[in-house]
């Protein structure tokens, strides 16, 4: 029996390469779109001026309880309706937990249809920032 080719992805950050615009695999891409809302202002995009969390921003905030739970469901809603048809609505988590001068992140989800499931740390307020697996 003959196996589908796996479907590939524009990768994010955009590239060419030799061998013309770099791809990624689904968990890949949905992992580099949960990046792109964290890491956007909200409107950065022209066309789609409410896309993005801009958690950047975060580390200017005063650092408490009310600033975790704020932030965890705008991250909640928008990294919903990002992720429409890419991963199961009702296994979208996220949770934040602000220590001293850093803010962690997680998401955790299934893939839509496959159930794989995954889950990723942010860390907000060093120069170490990005994802952890």
């Known amino acids: 029996m003959a196996t589908l080719p796996s479907p590939r992805y524009l990768a994010f950050p955009f590239r060419i390469g030799a061998s013309g615009a770099a791809?990624?695999?689904?968990?890949?891409?949905?992992?580099?779109q949960i990046e792109q809302v964290l890491f956007t202002n909200p409107g950065e995009r022209v066309f789609r001026p409410e896309f993005g969390a801009g958690v950047q921003a975060l580390v200017f905030e005063p650092n408490d309880s009310a600033l975790a739970t704020v932030t965890r469901k705008r991250l909640v809603s928008t990294l919903a309706e990002a992720?429409?048809?890419?991963?199961?609505?009702?296994?979208?988590?996220v949770d934040v937990t602000s220590v001293e001068?850093?803010?962690?992140?997680?998401?955790a989800y299934a893939l839509a249809t496959l159930g794989h499931s995954e889950r990723h740390q942010i860390l907000i307020?060093?120069?170490?920032?990005?994802?952890?697996?």
Not at 83 to 93: A, I, Q, W
Not at 101 to 107: A, D, Q, S, Y
Not at 125 to 133: A, F, I, R, S, V
């Open 125 to 133: 307020g060093t120069y170490e920032g990005g994802l952890h697996g």
């Open 101 to 107: 001068e850093k803010i962690f992140i997680v998401v």
């Open 23 to 32: 791809t990624a695999e689904r968990s890949q891409h949905v992992r580099q």
């Open 83 to 93: 992720l429409k048809g890419e991963v199961d609505p009702r296994s979208l988590t």
